[in-house]
């Protein structure tokens, strides 16, 4: 812990250290790269530095940089959101947004959604690897009029590349944590790696995006082997200037030990095979002031979990979903500003051993408006409206709005509403004497009220905002008596304050030299209001405290950057995780160095899986780009 007040000390240092240079020169900064930036959301597109709400973008040039392996390794360095794995280099991944759970949040691929109707736990299988991202969104809040249903407390929106140019990139890493593997579960030491490429064909008209990733580990503890392949295709085509047709298809499996995943400590010899596929076809027709775009989609999932993983005659279940996704958005610009209307319908199937056989429908639609008052105010209002075969009709309003003080400094403030509809596993799971479903149980429906104030000058951002969120009908699982399954019920209000900060900064100190850093703080209070007796599990494993503290330096063709977190749940122990990574640059190659957990925590996230310690990682990336 010492070793880390330090490594802050010495980030907290880095402005006044930086500001002594004469050679002070303000570099091209993060805030005006963002500015090429489109949020894509689903409806109404919207640059980035007009976004009138609450959104968090990660570009691929700080993608590259992070000492991270995978998608959810990128988005544990996001301020508000809570990665909890149940082992490393993706192999299975709950996300959370601002002490949401992980049902609460959802994940898209360029605007397609990744719920799966079994379970969140299933949600991060995308076929998608680092290599193929252009760009990450993270909005936070209830987004109902944004996403439609389960965007309750926020969405992850990932955007996979589209190039005018064609380009290669190829990427193979090795790691270790050069311990012994433990008793029973093979000989040698600990170690895992990874190999991906991504090639685009792009020109004028189209841009063709293939990928294809495989990552290998022997586990870093007992029965913590992963498996992972990845395939993804995402292909663009412009007609002319108002016509064009966009295919995405991708492919992702898994197969890990799942030792303290869901039942330890009785699943110590368990393990799990998670297979999806994504398929998307939509096209965008403009005109004049009118735009339509229909997509169709389909998300599968296959899931096979073994209790006994030598032993496939007991314990196991296989669950088979889908859900085939129809939308339909437009929008108007006219002179009081850009209107946008559509509809979506999602019909889910689930055929499962424990969870049975069923199928629900979901149709939504949504009006929203986006326009300006003169040059100092912006705003979205809008209305989404949902009709579920199951539980009915719901209207989900908000509003977001932004007032510019000056070219520097902007207020923001929203409001909005949203739901969550409980899965399949919490309707339905048989799992005796472990778990068992609630087929009473009534959709989550959440408020969210947020203000921020915002401050972007030269190499320096700066963000604080406050947020209040109301849940009625939260859902948690919960037993009375130990002899009786865990059982999900709508458990009372949750509510939820929130404060968050964020500083960011970048120097140019003259020649190749540059420096930066960032940092974030984002503390929540949870209560709830229930008349039972027992304790909320979700809420008391929710994030109370986050500090999020990173430092880069670049010297010609090499490159250190520094990530710091340190975390806090409600009823556990603080944490201390420090990553390092090196980069070497040499024309089109970098070699790289990474060193996670480098002051050797020891910690959970999610189950009773215990995170690997200081693990040694080594790479090599190559780029090529047509000129």
């Known amino acids: 812990m010492k070793k880390t007040l330090v490594t802050l000390g010495l980030i907290a ?15 091209k900064t993060l805030s005006h790269a963002l500015e090429e930036v489109i949020i894509q959301g689903n409806r109404l597109e919207t640059p980035f530095n007009k976004a009138t709400r609450d959104i968090q973008v990660i570009t691929q040039k700080q993608i590259e940089a992070l000492p991270a392996k995978s998608i959810n390794e990128v988005l544990s360095f996001v301020s508000g959101v809570d990665i909890r794995q149940r082992g490393p280099f993706g192999t299975q991944t709950d996300i959370s947004i601002d002490g949401g759970t992980a049902e609460q949040t959802i994940v898209l691929i360029n605007g397609v959604k990744m719920i799966d109707a079994q379970t969140a736990h299933n949600m991060m299988n995308i076929p998608v690897p680092l290599s193929a991202i252009d760009h990450i969104e993270v909005l936070r809040g209830a987004a109902a009029r944004v996403y439609g249903i389960n965007a309750l407390t926020g969405a992850i929106n990932i955007v996979t590349k589209k190039e005018k140019k064609s380009s290669v990139s190829a990427a193979i890493q090795g790691g270790s944590s050069f311990k012994n593997k433990a ?8 170690g895992g790696g990874s190999a991906e490429v991504t090639g685009i064909f792009g020109s004028e008209k189209q841009s063709q995006l293939f990928s294809v990733a495989q990552s290998n580990s022997n586990g870093q503890r007992y029965n913590s082997a992963s498996k992972t392949t990845r395939l993804f295709y995402n292909g663009i085509y412009d007609f002319d200037s108002d016509n064009s047709i966009q295919a995405m298809a991708g492919y992702a499996r898994s197969h890990f030990g799942a030792n303290g995943f869901y039942a330890a400590p009785g699943d110590v010899d368990s393990d799990e095979i998670v297979e999806s596929s994504v398929f998307s076809l939509s096209s965008k027709h ?3 002031n009118f735009t339509i775009s229909p997509r169709i989609s389909d998300r599968y999932g296959e899931d096979d979990y073994r209790f006994y993983k030598d032993d496939l005659s007991k314990g196991r279940s296989l669950h088979y979903t889908n859900a085939l996704m129809l939308e339909l958005n437009t929008s108007l610009k006219t002179g009081i500003g850009t209107f946008g209307f559509g509809w979506e319908s999602r019909l889910e199937k689930i055929n499962s051993s424990n969870i049975g056989k069923h199928q629900r429908d979901n149709h939504g639609a949504y009006a929203e408006l986006k326009s300006s008052l003169g040059e100092k105010i912006r705003g979205t209002v809008g209305i989404y409206a949902n009709y579920n075969t199951d539980f009915g009709w719901q209207v989900y309003p ?8 000056n070219n520097h400094w902007k207020i923001s403030t929203s409001i909005g509403s949203s739901q969550r509809i409980p899965s399949f596993s919490d309707l339905y799971l048989d799992q005796r004497p472990g778990n068992a479903g609630n087929e009473f149980l009534q959709p989550e429906n959440a408020w969210s ?3 921020n104030v915002q401050y972007n000058k030269g190499n320096l951002q700066l963000k ?18 130990p002899s009786e399954p865990y059982t999900p019920t709508n458990f009372g209000k949750n509510k939820m304050h929130g404060v968050y900060g964020r500083i960011e900064q970048d120097f140019d100190l003259g020649g190749q030299h540059s420096i930066g850093y960032q940092m974030s703080y984002n503390y929540l209070h949870p209560s709830l209001e229930t008349s039972a007796k027992t304790q909320s599990k979700y809420t008391l494993e929710s994030l109370k405290h986050q500090f999020i503290a990173g430092f880069h330096y670049r010297v010609d063709d090499f490159s250190f950057h520094l990530k710091n977190r340190w975390l806090k749940r409600e009823l556990a122990n603080a944490y201390v995780v420090a990553d390092l990574r090196v980069n070497y640059q040499l024309e089109n190659l ?20 215990p995170m690997p310690t200081r693990w040694f990682g080594l790479g090599l990336k190559y780029q090529w780009q047509q000129q």
Do not use: H
Not at 398 to 405: F, H, R, S, V
Not at 464 to 481: K, L, N, P
């Open 13 to 27: 240092a880095i402005p006044s250290l930086a500001q002594q240079k004469d050679t002070l020169r303000t570099p």
């Open 183 to 190: 008793e029973g579960d093979g000989s040698g030491i600990y």
């Open 286 to 288: 403009k005109f004049g």
């Open 398 to 405: 908000g509003i977001d709005l932004a007032y510019l003080l």
């Open 449 to 451: 009220y947020e203000g």
């Open 464 to 481: 604080a905002g406050y947020f209040y969120r109301t849940i009625s009908d939260f859902i948690d699982w919960m037993r009375e008596d």
């Open 590 to 609: 970098t070699l790289y160095t990474e060193v996670t957990n480098l002051f050797d925590a020891r910690y959970k996230e999610a189950g009773a899986v």
